[in-house]
């Protein structure tokens, strides 16, 4: 176990009426990538924005490298980077000039500054713009160059908050790239998002958040591990018979079955040799079936079966 | 880092071509617009428009009036006198060429003669006091009359004492004329409108006080960059590791720096391209244009913290505010200060506007600083008010929500 670097316990937050956190509990360790996973309203935003101390909360405590922070903890800020959700740069500055301009809040030393200015526009593929202004700028290279500003200074910590947004699958990659590079480099880093498969590509631990409560956390494996399903299987049928399907319910390690449209999809609890079973059983009634593919679990499906509901609409990811 | 962020706002605000356009090239073209509204005049027809008086003078009258009037005409330019008989002074002003008739009887035939003069007139007879037996005789009441009857009161006032030593004093008159100048010169400042006199002038003051105030939209901008809970921007800049006074600093003095630049620009090009007569005390001027500058921007600060209102609509009322301020300052009519003065005083004393135009006006009239300052001092502590309401309320550094 590394050291802590953020620290939330209890941590309850209520917007009039709504509690958007409801007794949070999490842990950030040192060089990690740690992801907070959830969809719209779940509450992510909220959670950093209590982390950075921009939000009052009702309840609960939050340190960052293990001391509470406050609105004037300047020794801690300085050590953080922060990338928003919403794109914060300056409409008058060039694309080196906002580099320079945050990476100045942090960095006083001029050659210094230079060369991160300079490395920060390498990490995000912005060299051939920098001198554009951000009105000239694709929804992609902007969001790129938000995140530069964030995370020019090298710090220690960095907080991204759904940094991918609009960005097409070519830059995600490279930001995601980017990020664990900048992760190899030695910052612990919070990611939110509500691709899962981005958090899943990169994130060493995932903590999912549903109505402002934690509702599972852990590796990606810890996490799947949690739920009942081990295998999904997927087979073309034409006019299965609803004995057929009851039949199919009781072979081993099978607990759901659903029909629809051709398509049969079977859910399968750990077992090694699930799709032989059922090739098996459509072998022996001489069933015809066209494609068949098996899947592992998905962040979706934990969060389907922890939650009761679909994370997100997954045509959406590329 | 405060003379980086300094400059970095700087070049921010100098790459904003509308604000460029609002705060430089718009009261150019204004005053421009202005200039060729209203021609060319000299510097003493702007300031001090002589006030023409007929002044009917029988044999064997008070002298020392007749002196106190030629001060007043010669030295202090005040009034324009016409020494005619008082079957001419009434033609004159009936026809309007002069604003009032004095007449200075013997002492004993005062009583009687002088009323009933305009029995089928709209005139308006102001007695003097019997002894001095010297009457004033107005067609209507306003300003100028105003100034008339005061010579008047003035005279009775205090000439008479100086005069009864007036053989040991000769300089008595001088000074009378002196005191009376000074009152004038009051009198015409809080009736600003001096509408015929000077109301020319006054469209190029007004404007200058809305270019001041200009700054409340630069101020706003400040503000909106300033508070997290307004801006992802301003976030970005609180969870940067300083006070967030730090890079408020060098903001505001940037944004201050230019707004000063801007009005210099706007000054210089009035009196040197345009040639009006904004005065010659440089330091002053400065000084005025520097704290009208901070007097806009910290009234956008102001707006800017205060509430929770839209940025649209703190930026409408930032507009709004000075529009009616320049407007009660005379930047769309003359007269104006007048009627604001006199149908809402309080409001005349506090009007940013107002008290910007006034403190050039008063600089240019008044030989002693006195009402300049005093001008100067109000806007001092207008911006002290602003900037303390301010602080109080960026106070919490945490927000109840973003
Ligand atoms: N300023 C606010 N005032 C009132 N309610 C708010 C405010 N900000 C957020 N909320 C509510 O709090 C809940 C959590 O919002 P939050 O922005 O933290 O979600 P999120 O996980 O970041 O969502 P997204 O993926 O859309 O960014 C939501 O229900 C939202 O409606
Ligand atoms: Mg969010």
Known sequence: ???????????????????????????????????????????????????????????????????????????????????????????????????????????????????????????????????????????GLLRRLNIACGIAHKPKLIIMDEPTVAVDPQSRNRILEGIQMLNKEGAAIIYTSHYMEEVEQICSRIAILDKGRCVASGTKEELKSMIKMGEKIHMEVMNLLPFQIAEIKELRHVYQVEYQDGMLEICCSGGKHNLVHILDYFNSREIGFGRVYSELPTLNDVFLEITGKKLRDSAETA | MFFRIYKYSLLRSTRDRLMVFWNLVFPIILGSLFQVAFGNYTEKEVLFHQIPVAYVKEEGADGNFTELLEILETDSELIQVQTVGKDKAEQLLRDGEVEGIYYNKTAEETDGQAEGIYDNEPGKETDGQEELGITLVVQEQDMNQSILNSILEQYERTCATLLTIGKEYPEGIQEAAKLLEEDTKYLKENSMGAASDNGILDYFYSLIAMNCLMGATTGLLCSVEFKADLSALAARRVVAGHSRFQVLWPDLAAKITLQFIYIVFTACYLMFVLHVPLGEQWGFLLLTIFVGSLLGIFLGFFIGVAGRMQYSMKEALCILIMMVSSFFSGLMMDGMQRLVEQYAPVFARINPASLIVKSFYSLNIYETYGRYLQNLGTMLVLILVLAAGSFAMVRRERYASI
């Open chain 1, 1 to 139: 176990m590394g050291k802590k670097v953020v620290e939330i316990e209890n941590l309850v937050k209520r917007y009039k009426e709504l509690i958007a956190l409801d007794h949070l509990n999490l842990a950030v360790e040192e060089g990690e990538i740690f992801g907070l996973l959830g969809p719209n309203g779940s509450g992510k935003t909220t959670a950093i924005n209590c982390i950075l101390a921009l939000l009052y909360f009702d309840k609960g405590s939050v340190k960052v490298f293990g001391k509470e922070m406050q609105p004037d903890s300047y020794e801690i800020k300085r050590q953080i980077g922060v990338v928003l959700q919403n794109v914060a740069v300056f409409e008058e500055l060039t694309v080196q000039e906002n580099i320079d301009y945050f990476c100045g809040l942090y960095i006083q030393d001029k050659m210094v500054r230079k060369k991160y200015v300079e490395e920060a526009m390498v990490f995000s593929g912005l060299e051939e713009f920098r001198k554009f202004y951000p009105k000239k700028l694709s929804g």
